[in-house]
């Protein structure tokens, strides 16, 4: 699935960055009915890992209350160059994967 | 024996009343404070919830409950000795209390995570962080929500 990524190209050794993560994906609460009044399955993203360079930095788990096409923002600071590898997963065996490279000075 | 009136209404009234207890029941759509409170000590555990040091920033009206902004700050200078390890966030009165949790480490360099959830009625919403000292602290936000989230019917 698709997923927009905003990680700083570049940063000096020690900065504080921002990463904004945002997914695209229903997050169908389960408490929805349809007009016939069956009841909608919930089909959500239950967990969103962030790793850098191999080290978990940042891991949230998510809930029916969090919105449709979740987005989450937090920060890291900027050890080295490398690689931070996202991972979503969720109902019905979902799984997302992204990644983005960083170059530190 | 003819039946009176007065029988009837109060036969009609105890059959509409067992009637109607059942599909309440059935539907508890709303989280309660007691469901918030469950869900929070599940989290916390028998600790101490201090007011402070989280910054809970959230509209205090929203127009649309399917996606509300929000971030949460915590005041802490995130070093290996004192950081925050988590952020949960709950709320009242949606079908279920949570709506996240965050974990964080010393390398977050700053305590702050931002999201956008959803709002099914004009709520309470909390935030509690756990610090490296297993202390927490709280900060709360009424929120009025003028077209709820989640229960509507599907088109």
């Not at chain 2, 916390?44 to 910054?55: L, M, N, P, S, Y």
């Not at chain 2, 509690?128 to 509507?152: G, H, K, N, Y």
Request: charged share 20%; hydrophobic share 40%; aromatic share 6%.
């Amino acid at each position: 699935m698709a997923a927009l990524i905003n990680v700083p190209a570049k940063a000096k050794r020690g900065d504080v960055i921002e990463i904004r993560t945002l997914t695209s994906h229903i997050m169908e609460t389960g408490f929805r009915h349809t007009a016939d009044g069956k009841l909608v399955p919930r089909d959500i993203i239950t967990s969103f890992t962030c790793r850098y360079n191999g080290t978990e930095i940042f891991r949230a788990d998510l809930f029916p209350a969090i919105a449709a096409n979740p987005y989450l923002s937090f920060f890291t600071v900027a050890k080295e160059s490398g690689k931070f590898e996202f991972e979503w997963s969720g109902d019905n065996g979902y799984s997302s994967t992204a990644s983005a490279s960083i170059t530190v000075e | 024996m003819p039946t009176t009136r007065r029988q009837f209404l109060s036969l009609a009234g105890g059959v509409t009343a067992a009637g109607t207890i059942p599909i309440v029941t059935l539907r508890p759509l709303e989280a309660t404070p007691a469901m918030l409170n469950t869900a929070i000590r599940n989290v916390v555990g028998e600790a101490q919830i201090r007011t402070g040091r989280v910054k809970l920033d959230i509209p205090p009206l929203v127009e649309n409950g399917n996606t509300v902004p929000m971030t949460v700050s915590v005041a802490s200078p995130m070093t290996a000795t004192d950081y925050v390890k988590s952020i949960h966030v709950f709320n009242e009165k949606n079908p279920q209390p949570n709506i996240g949790n965050f974990h964080l480490s010393p390398s977050s360099g700053r305590a702050q995570v931002s999201t956008r959830i959803r709002l099914a009625d004009t709520q309470k919403v909390v935030a509690i962080a756990r610090l490296s000292d297993d202390t927490f602290w709280q900060a709360m936000a009424d929120v009025v929500v003028t077209l709820a989230a989640c229960t509507e019917e599907m088109n």
